[in-house]
């Protein structure tokens, strides 16, 4: 199993940008495959950056491409995801996601362990 705690939210003034932290605990975290989803209120988890255990390659939204990156230190267990250009419409609470196979994976459902959450605002 892998715990996930996400930091780096907070309120942000459209075109402005953050970055988020998630550390895993555990030994194996370089064999997870990580991601980044999100949640608007009164909408559905939404998918939004997977990078693969070597950290080689990763997979954006059609809504976040060319703004957010994912990126991974698997000395550090920590995923990253830097939001660029944000935009009132990525206030949401986001989500770390894991899951402990070696694979790119591309909708919220593919993975099994999730932290708590990290509010993000963005105010026009």
């Known amino acids: 199993q892998v715990q996930l705690v996400e930091s780096g939210g907070g309120l942000v003034q459209a075109g402005g940008s953050l970055r988020l932290s998630c550390a895993a605990s555990g030994r194996t975290f370089s064999s997870y495959a990580m991601g980044w989803v999100r949640q608007a209120p009164g909408k559905e988890r939404e998918f939004v950056a997977a990078?693969?255990?070597?950290?080689?390659?990763?997979y954006y939204s059609d809504s976040v491409k060319g703004r957010f990156t994912i990126s991974r230190d698997n000395a550090k267990n920590t995923v990253y995801l830097q939001m660029n250009s944000l935009k009132p419409e990525d206030t949401a609470v986001y989500y770390c996601a894991a899951n402990g196979i070696m694979a790119l994976l591309t909708t919220s459902h593919d993975y099994d362990y999730w932290g708590q959450g990290t509010q993000v605002t963005v105010s026009s």
């Open positions: 990078i693969r255990e070597s950290g080689g390659t990763t």
